[in-house]
């Protein structure tokens, strides 16, 4: 496959499905059946393919609402809820969790990812609030009370700085939501799954013919609708958890100019760079995902910079070249896992 053909990497369910079918439907090389879940969660799908022959839905839906009673600012019970309302409160260990690797990540990436940049993206209207354009004079008002280190975490207690600072885990939940659908599954013995919530994805084992899971790659094509996937090659991978951030999906027109759904928490403006998608893939789905929003704002050169400071993360990305014109970069070591 030429370099210049390959396009956007986008994971989507529908794809995902077409694509795991032919495994789980296929010849099968043991006794034992493939379980396929699929429902609804923090705003989006998820859909579970897993060996077994027992049916684990009940388990699988409690630790997704378990998360979703941690994690989900659309929940006006989660604990993240309280939080960003101000509420006397002891965070649980979820929320504690994702909030030390979201700390993590924020150092090592200079702090590109940020989750408390939710005031900025509800001020340019991606967020759970809509509204007009910011003006420069407000997006520098919010940009007062955004940043991790205006916040800390005191035992099991949120400390801000600003009772305006708000969470917002959205770049990092579906992950940590993924992983925690895994473990489950392996802690019922389960060996051989593939999970993937809103197109971040872990697998571990193969597919009901043996193999490794294959995960559909779609095409480029500005799509705010996601009507469009058609598949241009084919990531096969296992044992690993993999997410995906890209703008070409979401964004938005205003006054002729187009405007990214990330945003940078320094400068509280849509980034404005070449990456037009990022995959991650990582040991964990919660990650994958942080960097992948991670490496959205710093662009590719600064994203190079972090990978070569890590061995446990590698990278896909798509960008524009000085011509405008779609061109790939990855880690050497994913090359040999996609093919036509």
Same mark, same amino acid.
């Given at each position: 496959?030429? /370099?210049?053909?390959?396009?956007?990497?986008?994971?989507?369910?529908?794809?995902?499905?077409?694509?795991?079918?032919?495994?789980?439907?296929?010849? @099968?090389? +043991?006794?034992?059946?493939?379980?396929?879940?699929?429902?609804?969660?923090? #705003?989006?799908?998820?859909?579970?393919?897993?060996?077994?022959?027992?049916?684990?839905?009940?388990?699988?839906?409690?630790?997704?609402?378990?998360?979703?009673?941690?994690?989900?600012?659309?929940?006006?019970?989660?604990?993240?809820?309280?939080?960003?309302?101000? @509420?006397?409160?002891?965070?649980?260990?979820?929320?504690?969790?994702?909030?030390?690797?979201?700390?993590?990540?924020?150092?090592?990436?200079?702090?590109?990812? *940020?989750?408390?940049? %939710?005031?900025?993206?509800?001020?340019?209207?991606?967020?759970?609030?809509? %509204?007009?354009?910011?003006?420069? /004079?407000?997006?520098? =008002?919010? =940009?007062?009370?955004? #940043?991790?280190?205006?916040?800390?975490? +005191?035992?099991?207690?949120?400390?801000?700085?600003?009772?305006?600072?708000?969470?917002?885990?959205?770049?990092?939940?579906?992950?940590?939501?993924?992983?925690?659908?895994?473990?489950?599954?392996?802690?019922?013995?389960?060996?051989?799954?593939?999970?993937?919530?809103?197109?971040?994805?872990?697998?571990?084992?193969?597919?009901?013919?043996?193999?490794?899971? /294959?995960?559909?790659?779609? /095409?480029?094509?500005? *799509?705010?609708?996601?009507?469009?996937?058609?598949?241009?090659?084919?990531?096969?991978?296992?044992?690993?958890?993999?997410?995906?951030?890209?703008?070409?999906?979401?964004?938005?027109?205003?006054? #002729?100019?187009?405007?990214?759904?990330?945003?940078?928490?320094?400068? %509280?403006?849509?980034?404005?760079?070449?990456?037009?998608?990022?995959?991650?893939?990582?040991?964990?789905?919660?990650?994958?995902?942080?960097?992948?929003?991670?490496?959205?704002?710093? #662009?590719? +050169?600064?994203?190079?910079?972090?990978?070569?400071?890590?061995?446990?993360?590698?990278?896909?990305?798509?960008?524009?070249?000085?011509?405008?014109?779609?061109?790939?970069?990855?880690?050497?070591?994913?090359? *040999?896992?996609?093919?036509?």
């Amino acid at each position: 496959m030429k /370099k210049k053909n390959i396009c956007r990497l986008l994971i989507l369910p529908l794809a995902i499905l077409s694509i795991v079918a032919v495994a789980v439907f296929g010849e @099968r090389r +043991n006794n034992t059946a493939y379980q396929r879940d699929s429902g609804f969660i923090f #705003g989006t799908s998820y859909n579970i393919i897993y060996q077994s022959d027992n049916s684990l839905k009940k388990g699988i839906e409690q630790t997704l609402a378990e998360v979703d009673n941690s994690l989900s600012p659309f929940n006006k019970e989660s604990v993240i809820t309280a939080v960003n309302e101000n @509420r006397d409160m002891k965070v649980d260990k979820m929320f504690a969790d994702v909030y030390g690797l979201a700390r993590q990540v924020y150092v090592d990436t200079d702090g590109a990812f *940020d989750i408390t940049v %939710g005031p900025l993206v509800n001020a340019w209207g991606f967020g759970f609030k809509s %509204g007009t354009m910011p003006t420069d /004079k407000e997006v520098d =008002r919010i =940009r007062g009370y955004v #940043g991790m280190e205006k916040i800390s975490l +005191n035992g099991r207690t949120i400390e801000k700085q600003d009772p305006r600072t708000l969470l917002d885990c959205s770049a990092i939940a579906k992950g940590y939501g993924v992983d925690m659908v895994a473990d489950y599954l392996k802690s019922q013995g389960i060996k051989n799954y593939m999970v993937e919530i809103g197109g971040e994805i872990a697998a571990k084992g193969h597919n009901a013919n043996g193999n490794a899971w /294959k995960i559909g790659v779609t /095409k480029p094509t500005d *799509d705010t609708l996601a009507v469009k996937q058609d598949i241009q090659a084919v990531l096969t991978m296992t044992d690993i958890a993999m997410a995906t951030s890209g703008n070409y999906r979401n964004y938005y027109y205003k006054n #002729g100019k187009k405007y990214a759904h990330t945003i940078d928490p320094k400068t %509280g403006y849509p980034v404005q760079h070449s990456i037009l998608s990022t995959t991650v893939i990582a040991d964990n789905c919660a990650k994958a995902d942080a960097y992948a929003t991670a490496f959205m704002v710093l #662009g590719l +050169n600064k994203a190079q910079k972090v990978l070569s400071r890590h061995n446990d993360i590698k990278a896909y990305i798509i960008y524009s070249d000085d011509k405008g014109k779609t061109a790939v970069w990855c880690s050497p070591e994913l090359k *040999d896992n996609i093919t036509e």
